[in-house]
């Protein structure tokens, strides 16, 4: 709304503006759009976190990637990364909430990649009757200390330099919490960064 | 003929505004009747006539309106006559798929997400109330006058 009233007030009295003038109605437009980003990104997290009844199927969790990775597929490219994945499992799940899930974790991977050629691995692994999944990359890291620190809400640790709306891993939390599994990072500055998260699996025993 | 009537439900001032150069920019003819809350909608609802002068072609309802929501004014309008069959969409720009699975079952012909941006939005909602419009006037063409 702010966005689309910046943006009609531009084509209307563009024209008739000074350069500071423009200047401040681009201001506007630029913090709409934001705020924009981040309500969607609010609404999608209470969504996850609290929609009622879950849809648990059996879900084929390479096919739920393989979507993922064609929904971002504009961003590997811009990023030049080599994304690689083992076969995946089949689970009992709730696919909208993989698929949040994979996508978050995936498109931070590429955002915090580092100078040299960005590289994704997604695999999983059955560990005591849970199955593990884990997206590893070779980016920026982050800090022991800060490893539970990120999965708030709003809770980021770079300025503008990376944009994003401090939501997304919160999202992951709350996904793998509705699935009745957990979530944690292992890194380290300039080692890149491995997000893994277990799934308990119903009736697998 | 003042063109097409349509009932806008939406609470919020700045949307309603959109929504009219939405139609102006598909050079719809219309004129429009708005009510900013469901009780004050849902009073309107009840009270449309069958055959009246008043009665919408069209009903354009925001999803999430102050005391109720979309499906409160679809249910409503169904069981008057009056409204029961014309051309009802509802718009929101919640992300929530449930939200139109409702206005669907409870009878909306379309369900818009509203674009942040103004070109978004002129061109969905124009183009989601120029189909219906159309509709409408195939229809009143199909009918003998008077």
């Not at chain 1, 990364?81 to 499992?89: E, F, G, K, Q, S």
């Not at chain 1, 809400?153 to 793998?176: E, P």
């Not at chain 2, 929504?19 to 003819?29: M, N, P």
Request: glycine letters at 8%.
């Amino acid at each position: 709304m702010v966005l689309s009233y910046a943006q009609w007030l531009t084509k209307s009295a563009g024209e008739k503006l000074n350069d500071s003038e423009r200047e401040m109605l681009s201001c506007i437009q630029e913090n709409g759009l934001r705020l924009q980003t981040l309500l969607a990104a609010l609404r999608q997290y209470i969504f996850i976190a609290e929609s009622g009844q879950e849809n648990w199927e059996s879900v084929d969790c390479n096919r739920v990637l393989l979507h993922v990775l064609d929904c971002l597929k504009g961003a590997i490219r811009e990023a030049n990364a080599v994304i690689t994945y083992d076969p995946l499992p089949g689970i009992q799940s709730v696919e909208v909430l993989l698929f949040q899930l994979f996508e978050n974790l995936i498109s931070n991977a590429l955002k915090y990649r580092s100078e040299i050629e960005p590289k994704i691995h997604i695999s999983a692994e059955l560990i005591d009757r849970r199955w593990v999944f884990s997206v590893a990359d070779n980016g920026i890291g982050i800090e022991p200390e800060q490893s539970n620190y990120i999965f708030g809400v709003f809770k980021r640790l770079h300025g503008r330099q990376y944009s994003g709306t401090g939501i997304g891993l919160a999202i992951c939390k709350a996904a793998v919490e509705r699935l009745g599994g957990r979530i944690w990072v292992e890194s380290k500055p300039g080692e890149g960064a491995t997000f893994r998260f277990a799934l308990p699996q119903k009736g697998l025993l | 003929m003042s063109g097409v009537h349509i009932l806008v439900i939406e609470d919020n001032p700045g949307d309603v505004r959109l929504i009219q150069e939405a139609l102006r920019s598909q050079t719809v003819s219309f004129r429009m009747t708005h009510y900013d809350t469901a009780d004050r909608a849902l009073k309107a609802v009840h009270r449309y006539q069958p055959g009246a002068a008043d009665v919408p072609d069209i009903m354009l309802v925001d999803f999430n309106l102050p005391a109720g929501n979309a499906t409160d004014i679809l249910i409503a309008a169904a069981k008057n006559p009056a409204l029961a069959r014309i051309k009802k969409a509802v718009m929101t720009s919640s992300v929530a798929p449930k939200d139109r699975d409702q206005a669907i079952l409870h009878g909306a012909d379309c369900f818009i997400f509203k674009p942040a941006d103004l070109d978004g939005f002129l061109n969905e909602v124009g183009g989601a109330l120029r189909t219906l419009c159309d509709e409408v006037s195939a229809l009143s063409a199909g009918r003998p006058s008077g």
